[in-house]
Each structure stands twice: as C-alpha cells, then as structure tokens.
C-alpha cells in the first residue's frame, strides 16, 4: 500500500470522486466544485463548494475537506496527505493547502480568474513559505471545466447572478 | 455615524479589541492573534487564533472572523466591513479577506515569513483578483508584536515546538 496516489490512474479515481462532490454542489444550487482528501490510500474527506448554500465566503470545497480531514486526524498537520480539487485552487484554498502541509494536490482544469498554484500565483511551490506541495494540474480538466461552464451558462440563462 | 473608521483613533479603537482577542487566544495556549470585523459603526463578530485549539489549519483569526460575521449579516458579501487583525495577514487570509469582499483591513506588524498584504504578496490589491481593499498596516504595531515575540519566546524556554 503507498501513502497517495503513485500514478495518473489514482489521480484520476480521486478526481472522479471529487467530481461526484462537484456535482452534488450543483444539485444544492452552488457551483460545482468539488474537493477529495486521502491518506494511505483511503479517502479521509469529501467536501463541495457551499459558499451561497451556507452563506459563507470562505466555504470553499477544498476549506471544508481540510477541516473534516484535520478532524479525523486530529491535528492541524495533513501531513501525507493528497488533496484533489475539480478546479485550480484560489489564494485562500492555496494558502490553506500549504498551512495543512498537504503533501500531494491534484487539479483540473486551470483557473484565469482566480488561479493560485500555476496561474496568477504559484503559493504551493513558493520556497519563502514554510511548506511546499508537489502539484499535479489538468487531471479530468475537461469534465471538471464542463461542469463548472454548463452552471455558469444556465445561470445566465436563468438571469441570475 | 460613519460605515467604518474614519480616521487613526478609530483604527486604534479598532485594533485595540482585536489586541483583548489575542490575549484570549494565548490564554487558551495558541499563537496570539485576534480580529474583529465592523459595519456601520459597531463590531459585528470578534475571534482568535484557534489552530491548536481546534486542530484545525483553517482556524485563523480573520477566517474564523469573517464566519461569524458572514452569520450576522446572512450573506457570504461581507460589504462595508472593516476588518482589525493583530498581524499581517497570510495568503489563505488576504485571499479570504478578498473573496468576502471586506471594505477595508486593519493590521499591525509586517509578517516578514508569511504576509500576503504587503511583504510576500499584494492580495488586497491585485488588479486581476475582483475585488481590492483598501489597507492600512502597522496600527498598534509594537503592543501587537511585542505579544507575539514574548509567546514564541516563552515557548522556546519550555522547549516546546
């Protein structure tokens, strides 16, 4: 048994069930981002975006997956851990990521607006901070992205903002 | 009556319970650092550092802040709020203070390891993210460092990591 996912094919069984939280983001009405957390092979937490659902700026699928998985350890430190996220992490999630010494991030597709590990920021591979994460970005890029592109357009569709 | 402090005395006001916070924080055996977040006029939510405490990486000040302000007002928008934070805020916290949309941010010392405000990063005014505070660093600077500097020395003495 090893610690993470060794290969693209454990990447992507941990994305397939990130976006299965993804998706039960959406069928709340919040868009669709999904986060997974595993240790020793084992998926420890599993959480999707409830920042509208919950009216909280900071319930982002990856917050709340660290904070489950940090309760089931039992410590602050996430070390050994992977963390996989349907989206490339903001500044906020990013920042978390590296405070929780994940070990391991897996990502979709990359994000323009936001981005925080390759695209605008690069904060999980930045030697000033304490901790660094090895990342892996486009994993399912193309179903993750899809998702996130059909709820945007039916929200406009729908005229809501 | 002003949406938020108007001018140095006010930021001091300001800064001043979110110093009362870190006291509470180092009471209770965590890193002192407190916040609080005001509208209108009054302080809507007040919190302290609690990663110890909780074992929970997230549980900054300011995250744990701007939740509970989140709560009062019943919108993830934290609009026209003003946030007072007893140290430079990192990048998991600038990039919350961004998303909840804060109006303007408080802080004391420069964080020379991890400040994402000014130091290490600019968060708070990236022209790229979608939104900007306005800031203003190094209000109450010595009381709220010299509580840190004692806590992590004390720490030392005991031997404690």
Redesign the interface.
Known sequence: MTDAPSDNDDAAALMRLALAQARLAEAAGDVPIGAVIARDGKVIAAAHNR??ID?????HAE?LA??AA??V??????TGCTLAVTLEP???????I????IERLIYGPADP??G?VDT??R?CS?D???HRVEVMGGVLAEPCGRLLSDFFRRQRQAGKR
């Not at 009216?55 to 319930?59: C, F, G, I, L, V």
């Open positions: 920042r509208i009216a909280d700026p900071t319930a917050i660290i904070r940090a309760r350890i039992g410590d602050w430190r996430l903001c500044p906020m999630c990013a920042g978390a590296v405070l929780a010494r607006k936001a925080a605008l920021y904060l930045d000033r901070l304490n």
